[in-house]
């Protein structure tokens, strides 16, 4: 048997046709005679919708229909996949209101996308303006305007824990801060796209659906489910997709109204939002407001914590909103021994575009409230972050363990990956380099931050589909559920089949995201592809691997037991070298002997997987003018056994800078009356390699034992780990100046401001009291359980 591959460093298979020009997006591969849509967008935040006088257009050139709510009314309500709160239905096109600028009023369908962008500027809409409510806080205070009538309130879900947790009850030292974990855009390089082509009864589908999506097989079922076709009846092709980062992570209601409109048409019927349309109308990601209050003995020890957060649902009851009832409750104790939690959460409904998945969905916006309520607490007692964390590290040995929130800890070592983190760093002559600044009263500071964090892989979803067939020219085809947009998918599930079968990578050839090809596949989210579709891919080549065996025993009349795969990756019997047959040989004794060369598999593991890290942050604040520069960053990540470390490096890479970009540059915002201020990239700050650091990416390897390859995802991790080290980082610069926090972005004017006030001698206190409201709530468990409101993506 040659050497394993795994573990070792192997080029991606799958970059080349990218590279090349040769990729297939939904917008290059629209067949000729489709039609063109183009949406007709609320420009309210909240209004009341009156007549939508769409003659003019429907008379216009090029115009083959004009779509209107009414038109829709029959059609039921769009389906995210997960749903908030049933009372807050969205409709394909807006009927009765609008809920945020942007909503869907009307569909204008033309022969060119030009003939469809020129006519919808002839719909006519009478608005009646309502007021907006854009900040989630707002939205739940008594008088606010409401979304939804029929709620009486603009709460979409909420609960609180009981009156007996006393998580403070004998702590030395009480730290308390209010934290805005901000709203971003996800921003992926393609937007949403899609092209519905309708079939029929004498064709093998009722509709085929070319789409940028994460989930093909889901959002199969969400189309047959939406207009009661069987799901076989249905195929989704998702080509590549442009980056997905959670946004793609099922039906939009553009894609159904699409699907409808080419239904009606019987003809193909295409839609690729533009960029303005993407950043305000594609779900958008994180979005919380955390009152949090971490108890501490003197010497460091932890107590307990109060979390009480606010999620914006945005508009139609957004599922993010819902992230901090699941994955942010779900995550608050992190890495530490914290005996008790108390954790309130509200999800509120607000008049802006509705909240989804961003990369870590709930998970970042734990760790980045646990990290600063950390670093809070060192400043407190006089310690050093790194100290005050180690003295309440989870120990190794007590693993698998069930947290205070109950989440089941797989395995994990946090103290190597620290440690790992400030040796690479060299931690000790930063702070001595920062000691030496601040003794020369430089107007240049050095921060030095630290994260350590915890998340959830493959959470809520227990297996995945994957197969492994011999092919009759010697090669081998892998077939996966999920569906890679770069992660390295492809290049994976080649080298475990490489691996196990000894047949070269070139000559496996890789089909996803093809719900025709692939019979089933919960898709890519929640970093869950390699420990799920990567155990099936290794079960399915063992299993085809001892039929071969069979089949060249028979053939060599040898024992089975003796025949093993050989160097140049053909099978013989050991120890007797001219004994042996290539792949193809053995494909066709296979098929002469009866015997399938192809097994398909679901492996399944007993739950989620958490993997972990920690990160060092270093930057460089002017006080001057308040300009932060990011100069290193160290990211020690633990995603189980790694597989191939150039991936894994690729998606802490792409992790960090997502993390460091919100905490120094991204924000989504709006004005008082619902209006987007950052609804383009001259106002919504995406950085360009000129701005991020230098990454140095390393990992610690501990595996899990829930699945044969002990791998757990890293899709997220550095995205959780790296935002709040450089959000402390920064603060920690600041220190000196009786800075304790600020939120993010942290941008030169907001620095600037806060560096101006500490030398005039007023510094904001971090604490403000939570909002009444949170009394108000559901005790949790006496109502509608919460976990309901879990997801992950």
């Known amino acids: ?37 183009h949406f007709v967008r609320s420009p309210l935040a909240h209004a009341r919708l009156g007549e939508v006088d769409a003659q003019k257009a429907r008379e216009a050139p090029g115009v083959v229909a004009v779509l209107t709510g009414a038109d829709l009314a029959d059609v039921p309500d769009h389906r995210p996949f997960m749903v908030l709160n049933d009372a807050c239905a969205r409709p394909l096109l807006a009927r009765g209101k609008v809920r945020f600028v942007g909503d869907m009023v ?17 719909v006519e809409v009478d608005y009646d303006p309502l007021d907006a409510v854009v900040d989630p806080e707002a939205a739940l205070a008594d008088g606010a305007p409401l979304q939804f009538e029929e709620l009486d309130s603009n709460l979409a879900a909420g609960f609180r824990d009981p009156d007996d947790v006393q998580p403070l009850e004998g702590a030395d030292v009480v730290v308390r801060a209010r934290i805005v974990n901000q709203r971003l855009a996800v921003a992926p390089m393609e937007g949403n796209a899609v092209t519905a082509t309708p079939g029929g009864p004498d064709q093998p589908y009722d509709m085929t659906v070319h789409v940028s999506t994460q989930m093909p097989h889901g959002l199969r079922g969400q189309v047959a489910a939406q207009w009661g076709w069987e799901p076989e009846r249905v195929r989704v092709v998702a080509p590549h997709v442009g980056g997905g980062f959670g946004g793609k992570a099922g039906m939009a209601p ?22 303005s349309e993407n950043l305000t109308a594609m779900p958008h990601g994180r979005g919380q407001v955390q009152y949090a209050e971490l108890g501490l003995r003197r010497d460091g020890t932890i107590v307990g914590l109060r979390a009480r957060v606010v999620g914006d649902a945005g508009a139609y009851a957004g599922f993010g909103g819902a992230l901090a009832l699941g994955p942010t409750r779900n995550m608050a104790q992190g890495v530490y021994r914290i005996p008790t939690i108390a954790f309130d959460a509200a999800a509120a409904l607000t008049t802006t575009t509705p909240m989804g998945a961003f990369r870590g969905a709930g998970r970042p916006e734990a760790a980045a409230m646990l990290e600063r309520m950390m670093d809070l607490g060192a400043t407190e007692l006089g310690m ?20 205070v929130t109950g989440s089941l800890y797989d395995s994990g070592e946090y103290a190597k990956s620290l440690d790992k983190a400030l040796e690479l760093a060299g931690y000790d002559d930063l702070r001595a380099e920062q000691a030496r600044r601040r003794e020369r009263g430089d107007r240049v500071a050095l921060g030095i931050g630290l994260a350590v964090y915890v998340e959830v892989t493959a959470g809520g979803a227990a297996q995945e589909y ?73 079960v399915a080549a063992d299993t085809v691997l001892e039929r071969a065996r069979e089949v060249v025993a028979s053939a060599l009349e040898a024992s089975p037991d003796d025949v093993v795969v050989t160097d140049d990756g053909a099978l013989g019997i050991a120890g007797v070298p001219d004994r042996t047959l290539s792949w193809r040989e053995v494909a066709a004794a296979a098929h002469e002997q ?13 739950g989620a997987t958490y993997p972990f890290g920690a990160h060092v942050s270093v930057v460089e604040v002017d006080l001057d003018t308040g300009r932060v520069t990011p100069l290193r960053h160290v990211a020690v990540d633990d995603c189980g056994r790694v597989l191939n470390p150039t991936l894994v490096a690729g998606q802490q890479h792409g992790g960090l800078a997502q993390g460091i970009s919100q905490a120094l540059w991204e924000g989504f915002s709006y004005d008082e009356d619902g209006n987007p201020t950052t609804g383009s990239f001259a106002a919504y700050l995406l950085p360009t390699a000129v701005e991020v650091p230098a990454f140095e990416a390393a990992s610690t390897e501990t595996p899990t034992p829930y699945n044969p390859l002990g791998a757990k995802g890293i899709g997220e991790a ?17 220190s000196p100046l009786g800075i304790r926090h600020l939120d993010m972005p942290l941008t030169p004017d907001r620095v600037w401001r806060a560096v101006r006030d500490a030398e005039a001698g007023t510094v904001a206190d971090p604490w403000v009291e939570p909002p009444a409201f949170f009394a108000s709530l559901p005790v949790r468990g006496a109502s509608a359980d919460p976990e309901a409101a879990s997801v992950d993506v």
């Open 254 to 275: 553009e894609h159904a109204v699409v699907i409808e409109t080419a239904r009606r048409l019987g003809r193909p019927v295409t839609w690729a939002e533009t960029r």
């Open 594 to 606: 009866g015997v399938s060369l192809a097994e398909s598999r679901d492996e399944s593991q007993p």
């Open 106 to 122: 009307a569909a204008v369908v033309a022969t060119t996308r030009a003939d469809a962008v020129d006519a919808a500027e002839l």
């Open 718 to 734: 550095a995205t959780v780990g790296s935002t709040p080290a450089v959000q402390n980082a920064v603060l920690d610069a600041l």
């Open 466 to 538: 994957g197969k492994v067939t011999v092919d009759d020219d010697g090669g081998a085809t892998v077939a996966v559920g999920t569906s890679g947009h770069g992660q390295g998918h492809a290049t994976s599930f080649a080298m475990i089949v490489a691996d196990r079968l000894g047949i070269p990578m070139e000559q496996i050839r890789f089909v996803q995201s093809d719900t025709a090809a692939v019979p089933h596949g919960g898709g890519t989210g929640g970093s869950r592809s390699l420990q799920l579709a990567g155990s099936s891919v290794l």
């Open 384 to 403: 050093d972050p790194a100290e005050i964390r180690r003295r309440n590290f989870l120990r190794p040995d007590e693993f698998p363990l069930t947290t």
């Open 1 to 37: 048997m040659p050497g394993s591959i795994l573990g070792t460093s192997v080029r991606r298979v799958e970059d080349p046709e990218l590279i090349r020009g040769r990729g297939t997006y939904v917008d290059n591969t629209v067949p000729d005679g489709a039609l063109h849509v």
